[in-house]
């Protein structure tokens, strides 16, 4: 399958402060991307869906101010939590899909930790 | 899929023996299905995946059961092996009328193989 690389793969940032993830499909040109987050045993959950060159669609409740996601390329995107506070620790997964296969593609996933 | 929870749910297996796990789709109208496995501090895996048209498909050691009638999904691990322990996930998703839908993840199934 496709390779989608995350980066960092942890990271742990004092309070108030953004943090930005990037997430790279490697191999494919990825028209949609999509920015998930899971809590310790449990589903993920979509917060974002990022088409290359256009504005991401978030899902009801997530800030969109707060997550600031950027798809500037078909193999970049981008999510920084700005302002961050030890709620939004969390695990940040990203995928990557072409418009003519429903499969994700997923990176490894980013460990933030907000202290 | 299945609500999201707070507990996963645990299926323990002993190595050697087959593994059957059980996924409730809530989305009459979803046509196309995946099975994932996540490992502990990962990104989820494809595993197999099945289109609405089939009831049965088989991969290496593993075969998806799909009943639309009362909207269900299994997937069967055949001689479970100690690599097999970790979070299993279904998803669901359909085709729009241009491109596919978000996935629906259910809640998730912890399988833990022992010796």
């Known amino acids: 399958g496709a390779v989608v690389s995350q980066h960092p793969s942890r990271v742990i940032c004092k309070s108030g402060t953004s943090v930005k993830i990037e997430c790279r499909s490697l191999d494919f040109q990825a028209t949609t991307m999509f920015w998930y987050r899971q809590f310790p045993k449990q589903s993920l959950m979509l917060m974002a869906t990022s088409n290359e060159g256009s504005k991401a669609t978030y899902e009801q409740g997530v800030e969109k101010d707060k997550f600031l996601i950027n798809h500037a390329s078909l193999t970049l995107s981008t999510l920084t939590v700005t302002s961050a506070h030890p709620e939004d620790s969390s695990f940040y997964i990203c995928s990557a899909s072409s418009p003519t296969s429903a499969e994700q593609y997923f990176g490894p996933g980013t460990r933030l930790t907000v202290t | 899929g299945e609500s999201v929870g707070l507990h996963l749910p645990t299926l323990s297996v002993q190595e050697g023996d087959n593994s059957i796990i059980n996924c409730a789709y809530s989305n009459s109208a979803s046509d196309y299905f995946i099975w994932y496995k996540q490992e502990s501090g990962k990104g989820p895996q494809f595993i197999i995946d099945i289109r609405s048209n089939m009831d049965k498909r088989q991969g290496q050691r593993v075969t998806v059961l799909l009943n639309k009638t009362v909207k269900h999904l299994s997937l069967q691990i055949a001689a479970t092996q100690p690599g097999d322990s970790a979070v299993y996930f279904c998803?669901?998703?359909?085709?729009?009328?241009?491109?596919?839908?978000?996935?629906?993840f259910g809640a998730g199934t912890q399988v833990v193989v022992t010796p």
């Open positions: 998803a669901e998703t359909f085709m729009t009328t241009d491109s596919w839908g978000k996935l629906q």
